[in-house]
């Protein structure tokens, strides 16, 4: 029994002053690890406070906020160079409706910034529905200090209690039981990067200069742009899963505070003073599925959606019936390719359908709302 | 339940803290309960069909013992047999069986549109189903005795810790185990709780490491020969040590609770043959054809073309039992005639037997690698078209930069894969994890070595596991 003992307390013992070790932490010099991101997040932003500093910093007149649709789509100097508009894109790929909202409550308001407009760019029905990809994004909800506010309560929190049975409750706690015995995170990062860094050290055969170069490279060979044209993208679980529920009709459109955070944003944009824009992203025509009964619900939703908007002093674009946004555009169903003339091609036909709306805003900032262009 | 979340740990806690103090039978009822519960948390109705199909092969394996006539004993045997083959096909193989018949018949213009099945199949059929299998021929071979109590034979066919993804076990082995009260020693329990580390570790460090890396290079459509390669090779990686982890942790968490399980893997990436390979990986299962399908059909003994059938008919089956797929299919024919054709290259050029010494060791353990990584990239990709074009991709079309990216991968997936090669053949050497009681084990010395691997495991895991986790890979068969 006494070396059964020893056994397990030395297992446990030493890889817990191995990571509470602050001289090993300091000589190996490890560091909180970033964001989890399935592409890129918007650069250096890690937590509310972060993406305040960096707001005030760049001070845009013109946010954009979105996701992985946003990221590929718009390179945040370009469209500057194209529109003239100081702007700053905050985007987290991954991300849907909900923490879109933390972005503008934790982020954009406090930030003290206040910019002219705020374009949020979304896809079908992701303003209404709140619940997508809140699991996924446990911990930037968490960074964006999102649980404590009371819509998120009033908007998720049946859905969030649903999720949390007591079973849930007990491996939750027991989880951050041992993160908090073993805190590894720092370890984990610092292990998993010198792993990914030796295998490109001995695949350069000795010349490692072009380091950066290479990661880049071979990220860009591995990334969406040259997924097949079967696969869907990123970790789309939950939009599939959401958009199963689309195929039932009938789609209705419903703005009541308590089933999305669509009005919050709103009455957000209302308090702070600065005009919301919202803009419809164009899917993959070579892979949206033909005209039927749920797709003519679904055009009176987005009917219903536009109206509401409007009548709320807000503005709302739709790029869907773009023609010149084609299917060899896009690298799946949602996300066109990153290769600079395909994107600086995307960011003239969206600056060709926003442009009225924007030029106008930025120049009556503060002047009472006007409907859309 | 999946063993590398915390809901098996507390699962696992609870049901130790009762076990112990309980009888042969009560043991028995304890574990026959938890498992009903770990396969039901996955989904409860399958619960349905491995108490029916347990009952049935119970009261098959008792009418063919009690039978008073050969006839009637081959009839309860066939019966148990075909209904475990039935439910397996109709939860696996029905689906693409309608699909593919009416893929055809759409074709040629017979069918206007085609029909789609969906039948959700049951976590770990092929398993149990087999297991099952083997029990009722060994019981009307008269290899064994049919279990008169149903408690010990339900324990048998849904023992949890290999339930969804083997070792496929013999009754010979398991029943005997059930019939005495477990009381194993602590070096027992210890070697236990070490060996689920090691499949943890191997799981969460390695496989999911490896798979992240494999994931991102069979989503691309476009990937260069180097690149894909690296890919194949991480995905190697990954499925040993995602199969193989399981078994680590199906061993450890069964020694823990007194049962020994058989072994599963014997270092499968130094086998010097494709034949030595598959006596070396998912061993369980190669025994299980070897005995059930090969030697039934004659095996070796009746000349180089009827071995040559048998080892066809073998493969075919061992693809089909992977997956119902044509990818699985054409990858058990891949490896039926690799083994078909390697006497023949033994002949013609000697180094591929035994000559060359040194020299010769090495060249056939790189070539049955190298061999049996094309297989996988049969059995990883499952769409015909994208298989054709890895197979025919050309190694000279490519870019420095596709060379310095594809080794990369294959660097990273190698690092990943170090300990398998560097921890795992120490632990067998200085035979730290023994499966029975071990006097060496009894010492501080050895204490004290396995509390370092048990530490080097637990900082190993919190250090390198991979910020994504998935299934087991054979969840699926």
């Given at each position: 029994?006494?070396?059964?003992?020893?056994?397990?307390?030395?297992?446990?013992?030493?890889?817990?002053?191995?990571?509470?070790?602050?001289?090993?932490?300091?000589?190996?010099?490890?560091?909180?690890?970033?964001?989890?991101?399935?592409?890129?997040?918007?650069?250096?932003?890690?937590?509310?406070?972060?993406?305040?500093?960096?707001?005030?910093?760049?001070?845009?007149?013109?946010?954009?906020?979105?996701?992985?649709?946003?990221?590929?789509?718009?390179?945040?100097?370009?469209?500057?160079?194209?529109?003239?508009?100081?702007?700053?894109?905050?985007?987290?790929?991954?991300?849907?409706?909900?923490?879109?909202?933390?972005?503008?409550?934790?982020?954009?308001?406090?930030?003290?910034?206040?910019?002219?407009?705020?374009?949020?760019?979304?896809?079908?029905?992701?303003?209404?529905?709140?619940?997508?990809?809140?699991?996924?994004?446990?911990?930037?909800?968490?960074?964006?200090?999102?649980?404590?506010?009371?819509?998120?309560?009033?908007?998720?929190?049946?859905?969030?209690?649903?999720?949390?049975?007591?079973?849930?409750?007990?491996?939750?706690r027991l989880g951050n039981g041992f993160d908090t015995l073993m805190p590894s995170t720092k370890w984990n990062e610092w292990a998993r990067n010198k792993v990914q860094k030796t295998a490109f050290n001995l695949s350069a055969f000795g010349d490692n200069s072009d380091y950066p170069v290479r990661r880049e490279q071979r990220n860009d060979l591995l990334s969406m742009n040259h997924l097949r044209k079967s696969s869907d993208g990123a970790d789309n679980a939950e939009?599939?899963?959401?958009?199963?529920?689309?195929?039932?009709?009938?789609?209705?459109?419903?703005?009541?505070?308590?089933?999305?955070?669509?009005?919050?944003?709103?009455?957000?944009?209302?308090?702070?003073?600065?005009?919301?824009?919202?803009?419809?992203?164009?899917?993959?025509?070579?892979?949206?599925p033909p005209m039927d009964e749920v797709q003519r619900t679904r055009v009176a939703y987005l009917a219903d959606l536009k109206a509401w908007v409007e009548a709320q002093g807000c503005y709302f674009t739709d790029e869907s019936g773009e023609p010149e946004i084609t299917g060899r555009m896009f690298v799946d169903t949602i996300h066109i390719h990153t290769a600079p003339e395909n994107r600086q091609a995307y960011q003239k036909i969206f600056w060709r359908q926003v442009q009225p709306l924007i030029d106008e805003l930025m120049r009556n900032a503060g002047a009472a709302p006007k409907t859309a262009p | 339940m999946i063993f590398q979340s915390l809901d098996y740990l507390i699962f696992f806690a609870s049901l130790l803290s009762v076990y112990f103090w309980l009888p042969a039978r009560g043991q028995n009822l304890l574990v026959l309960a938890a498992s009903y519960l770990f396969y039901g948390w996955i989904h409860?109705?399958?619960?349905?069909?491995?108490?029916?199909?347990?009952?049935?092969?119970?009261?098959?394996?008792?009418?063919?013992?009690?039978?008073?006539?050969?006839?009637?004993?081959?009839l309860f045997c066939i019966i148990s047999v075909s209904v475990n083959f039935i439910i397996l096909g109709v939860f696996k193989y029905l689906g693409f069986f309608v699909e593919n018949v009416t893929a055809l018949l759409t074709a040629v213009h017979l069918m206007p549109s085609p029909v789609l099945l969906q039948i959700a199949l049951p976590a770990g059929i092929s398993f149990f189903t087999f297991q099952s299998v083997a029990y009722a021929i060994d019981v009307y071979r008269g290899q064994q005795r049919a279990c008169r109590s149903l408690i010990e034979y339900a324990t048998f066919a849904a023992f949890f810790p290999q339930l969804v993804a083997g070792p496929i076990e013999r009754a010979g082995h398991m029943l005997p185990q059930y019939r005495a009260t477990r009381r194993p020693s602590l070096t027992t329990v210890r070697s236990g709780l070490v060996l689920f580390l090691w499949g943890l570790f191997q799981k969460l460090a390695i496989a999911d490491s490896a798979a992240i890396l494999v994931n991102k290079v069979f989503a691309v459509g476009d990937a260069s020969f180097p690149v894909l390669w690296g890919g194949v090779i991480a995905f190697g990686v990954q499925i040993y040590a995602d199969f193989s982890g399981y078994t680590a942790m199906?061993?450890?968490?069964?020694?823990?609770?007194?049962?020994?399980?058989?072994?599963?893997?014997?270092?499968?990436?130094?086998?010097?043959?494709?034949?030595?390979?598959?006596?070396?990986?998912?061993?369980?299962?190669?025994?299980?054809?070897?005995?059930?399908?090969?030697?039934?059909?004659?095996?070796?003994?009746?000349?180089?073309?009827?071995?040559?059938?048998?080892?066809?008919?073998?493969?075919?089956?061992?693809?089909?039992?992977?997956?119902?797929?044509?990818?699985?299919?054409?990858?058990?024919?891949?490896?039926?005639?690799?083994?078909?054709?390697?006497?023949?290259?033994?002949?013609?050029?000697?180094?591929?037997?035994?000559?060359?010494?040194?020299?010769g060791i090495v060249f056939r353990v790189v070539f049955t690698f190298a061999i049996m990584h094309v297989g996988r990239v049969l059995f990883r990709e499952q769409d015909l078209a994208m298989i054709w074009r890895h197979l025919t991709l050309n190694p000279f079309a490519t870019t420095l930069m596709d060379w310095r990216v594809g080794m990369g991968i294959l660097f990273e997936a190698v690092l990943y894969g170090l300990p398998l090669t560097l921890i795992y053949p120490l632990i067998e050497h200085y035979r730290l994890l023994p499966a029975a009681d071990d006097a060496k084990m009894q010492t501080w010395k050895w204490t004290w070595a396995q509390a370092a691997l048990a530490a080097l495991l637990i900082f190993g895991l919190l250090a390198l596991r991979s910020p994504e986790t998935g299934d087991f890979i054979y969840f699926q068969f």
């Open positions: 029994m006494m070396q059964l003992l020893c056994v397990g307390v030395a297992a446990l013992a030493i890889p817990t002053a191995l990571s509470h070790n602050e001289w090993l932490e300091k000589r190996l010099r490890l560091r909180e690890p970033k964001l989890k991101s399935v592409m890129r997040a918007s650069a250096g932003i890690q937590d509310a406070a972060g993406g305040r500093a960096r707001l005030r910093q760049e001070r845009p007149e013109w946010i954009l906020v979105g996701n992985s649709m946003l990221n590929c789509r718009v390179d945040n100097a370009e469209l500057e160079a194209l529109t003239g508009h100081q702007l700053y894109k905050l985007s987290f790929s991954g991300t849907k409706s909900a923490m879109w909202y933390l972005m503008l409550k934790t982020i954009v308001v406090p930030s003290g910034v206040k910019p002219k407009v705020v374009t949020i760019m979304f896809r079908d029905r992701d303003l209404t529905r709140p619940t997508v990809r809140v699991i996924d994004n446990a911990e930037m909800i968490g960074r964006l200090d999102g649980r404590a506010l009371p819509e998120w309560q009033q908007v998720l929190g049946a859905y969030e209690a649903s999720l949390t049975s007591p079973w849930t409750k007990l491996t939750t939009d599939d899963e959401a958009d199963k529920k689309d195929t039932e009709p009938p789609i209705r459109f419903d703005s009541s505070p308590d089933q999305s955070f669509l009005p919050h944003m709103v009455k957000l944009a209302q308090q702070a003073g600065f005009k919301l824009h919202f803009h419809r992203i164009k899917t993959n025509p070579d892979m949206t | 409860p109705w399958y619960l349905i069909l491995i108490s029916i199909t347990t009952i049935f092969d119970w009261g098959c394996a008792l009418g063919m013992e009690s039978a008073t006539t050969p006839a009637r004993r081959k199906a061993r450890g968490s069964a020694r823990i609770i007194g049962i020994e399980l058989c072994p599963n893997f014997n270092h499968p990436y130094i086998s010097q043959s494709p034949s030595e390979f598959w006596r070396r990986w998912h061993m369980s299962l190669g025994k299980w054809f070897k005995e059930y399908v090969f030697i039934p059909l004659g095996g070796s003994r009746g000349g180089a073309w009827l071995t040559a059938r048998n080892l066809m008919i073998v493969f075919f089956l061992s693809g089909l039992w992977h997956g119902a797929g044509w990818n699985f299919i054409l990858w058990g024919l891949f490896h039926g005639v690799l083994l078909c054709l390697w006497p023949h290259l033994t002949r013609l050029c000697p180094v591929f037997g035994t000559a060359g010494g040194k020299a």
